[in-house]
């Protein structure tokens, strides 16, 4: 790999909420009293820092991973030394304070020394490298994985014309066991199995005592837990997605971490690491379907296929989606869709159209006259889930391609009657008229694994696989071996398959 300019003990901290936003920093630090104090995380940089910006990846799809000399390229942005980025309230961090995070770490740990395989982002690489573990701060959690499903989220990593000053694990999540626990670690001991979740959950913050577990504000600055066998730090907790997971050994701070006891296969587990766990949340715990209600659902990728199967469950009448992807509509009909459309069929408004002919809202005809009198019939579903994503890899050959130039958002909310819940957890392109939010009644909602407690939500959901209401096994497109890792996130990022998981058993 390139030369590490600084290769002593570091601390990186992550803001912002989207690739383009992401700031990497070295020298950062917080306590978790500060942050349980301020209900917000600040992060301070004592090093060069990176703004990974979104590029098209197209034109990297085929760059091969490994060693290279490393040049940042013409026009690189970075931030000076000492520049502090707040989440929210935060206060300013010394780079004593940062120091003493540091000197944290556990004089003794068992799993120090230990090396593994894993994927490492770093510079202008994605190369497989083995890393020797450091040892851990008594608040981590040391967990050997067992399967991971390879989220659309990353598809950036594979953009090497992107740089990367720190060097980072890539993916995130995980389903594994626990081989070792900090001194500080309440939550699980070692052999416990567990879900390393695309989303913190103290239970101790502002959030959390709210009920508001998605929103949870403990981004506890992340120590550098392994070396490369040139010393370069790297880092497994990766910018924006938390705890990486493209790895056979995952770290985690212990709030990421929810304990499951359950005998399923890891793969089908890795279900609900990430995206088909939102969709299914949406549709459960955020907005929970009514029974007999419509819903469509933009987008049938794993987020959206979880929806479909949410919908499902909770009973509702029409199941609407909406994807170009042939396979993907087929097997929304088997997970639960009562209707598939491709918008490929029809106009950017005509689209909207088909939708509110499948849901009319029904006045009553006694087959003499129509009871106009108890209002004008109002068309739409009562939920719309927006699930799409922009296609930042090319497509398989062969996989079908989305209408350009369409305001997907403006569709997604024009498909509600008033009244209705629109959830976004994709990236749409468009937005809606503020005139038309005005006047509806309608409930925009958002985010990331939106409504979810995942300490709670997730051992329902693996109630509901072990039950056979939730169908995992059907979600998953194709499982990877660990050495297989680049192919998993093209195969995932190409849309040739719903899921890619890598299995480290």
Same mark, same amino acid.
């Given at each position: 790999m390139g030369e590490n300019q600084n290769k002593s003990e570091g601390i990186m901290c992550i803001c912002g909420d989207h690739p383009d936003q992401t700031r990497t920093f070295i020298n950062a630090g917080l306590s978790r009293r500060q942050l349980l104090r301020g209900s917000a995380a600040a992060v301070l940089s004592g090093g060069a820092a990176a703004m990974l910006g979104q590029q098209a990846l197209a034109q990297q799809a085929g760059s091969a991973a490994g060693q290279s000399s490393y040049t940042p390229p013409a026009g690189a942005q970075t931030f000076?030394?000492?520049?502090?980025?707040?989440?929210?309230?935060?206060?300013?961090?010394?780079?004593?304070?940062?120091?003493?995070?540091?000197?944290?770490?556990?004089?003794?740990?068992?799993?120090?020394?230990?090396?593994?395989?894993?994927?490492?982002?770093?510079?202008?690489?994605?190369?497989?490298?083995?890393?020797?573990?450091?040892?851990?701060?008594?608040?981590?959690?040391?967990?050997?994985?067992?399967?991971?499903?390879?989220?659309?989220?990353?598809?950036?990593?594979?953009?090497?014309?992107?740089?990367?000053?720190?060097?980072?694990v890539a993916g995130h999540g995980g389903v594994g066991r626990v081989i070792e626990v900090g001194s500080a670690v309440k939550r699980v001991q070692v052999g416990d199995? /567990? $879900?390393?979740?695309?989303? #913190?959950?103290?239970?101790?913050?502002? %959030?959390?005592? &709210?009920?508001? +577990?998605?929103?949870?504000?403990?981004?506890?600055?992340?120590?550098?837990?392994?070396?490369?066998?040139?010393?370069?730090?790297?880092?497994?907790?990766?910018?924006?997605?938390g705890p990486?997971?493209?790895?056979?050994?995952?770290?985690?701070?212990?709030?990421?971490?929810?304990?499951?006891?359950?005998?399923?296969?890891?793969?089908?587990?890795?279900?609900?690491?990430?995206?088909?766990?939102?969709?299914?949340?949406?549709?459960?715990?955020?907005?929970?379907?009514?029974?007999?209600?419509?819903? /469509? $659902?933009?987008?049938?990728? #794993?987020?959206?296929?979880?929806?479909? %199967?949410?919908? &499902?469950?909770? +009973?509702?009448?029409?199941?609407?989606?909406?994807?170009?992807?042939?396979?993907?509509?087929?097997?929304?009909?088997?997970?639960?869709?009562?209707?598939?459309?491709?918008?490929?069929?029809?106009?950017?408004?005509?689209?909207?159209?088909?939708?509110?002919?499948?849901?009319?809202?029904?006045?009553?005809?006694?087959?003499?006259?129509?009871?106009?009198?108890?209002?004008?019939?109002q068309h739409g579903a009562l939920y719309a889930i927006e699930a799409t994503a922009t296609s930042q890899y090319p497509h398989a050959p062969g996989v079908e391609m989305a209408p350009e130039d369409v305001n997907i958002f403006e569709q997604v909310y024009a498909s509600v009657r008033p009244g209705g819940y629109v959830t976004s957890a994709g990236f749409p392109r468009g937005d809606v008229n503020s005139r038309l939010v005005a006047w509806s009644n309608k409930t925009i909602s958002g985010g990331n694994f939106p409504g979810l407690n995942v300490l709670s939500d997730l051992p329902k959901f693996i109630n509901l696989v072990e039950r056979g209401m939730f169908d995992a096994r059907a979600m998953i497109g194709r499982v990877y071996g660990p050495d297989q890792m680049r192919e998993a996130m093209e195969g995932a990022m190409s849309r040739e398959y719903l899921t890619t998981v890598i299995d480290f058993t």
């Open positions: 000076q030394e000492h520049e502090v980025i707040f989440w929210g309230r935060g206060e300013d961090v010394s780079e004593q304070a940062a120091a003493e995070i540091a000197a944290e770490r556990q004089t003794s740990s068992r799993t120090a020394g230990m090396q593994f395989r894993a994927q490492v982002s770093y510079q202008d690489s994605l190369s497989m490298e083995t890393l020797t573990l450091k040892p851990i701060h008594p608040l981590q959690v040391v967990i050997q994985n067992e399967a991971v499903q390879v989220c659309y989220s990353a598809a950036y990593q594979l953009n090497r014309s992107r740089f990367q000053d720190n060097a980072v199995r /567990v $879900i390393l979740s695309a989303t #913190p959950n103290c239970g101790l913050c502002g %959030q959390c005592l &709210r009920g508001n +577990g998605d929103n949870c504000v403990v981004r506890l600055p992340a120590l550098s837990s392994a070396t490369m066998s040139d010393g370069t730090p790297v880092y497994l907790t990766a910018p924006v997605m990486a997971g493209h790895s056979e050994i995952l770290i985690a701070d212990e709030e990421w971490v929810v304990p499951v006891f359950t005998d399923l296969p890891a793969d089908e587990l890795s279900m609900l690491i990430c995206a088909p766990a939102v969709g299914l949340g949406i549709t459960t715990v955020k907005h929970p379907i009514e029974v007999g209600s419509d819903a /469509v $659902i933009y987008g049938l990728g #794993p987020l959206g296929m979880g929806a479909v %199967q949410g919908a &499902r469950i909770q +009973g509702a009448e029409k199941i609407i989606g909406i994807d170009p992807i042939s396979y993907r509509r087929e097997l929304a009909m088997q997970m639960g869709a009562t209707h598939v459309l491709d918008p490929n069929d029809y106009s950017e408004s005509g689209l909207v159209d088909a939708v509110m002919a499948l849901t009319p809202d029904e006045v009553a005809d006694n087959g003499s006259y129509k009871r106009h009198y108890l209002g004008e019939r």
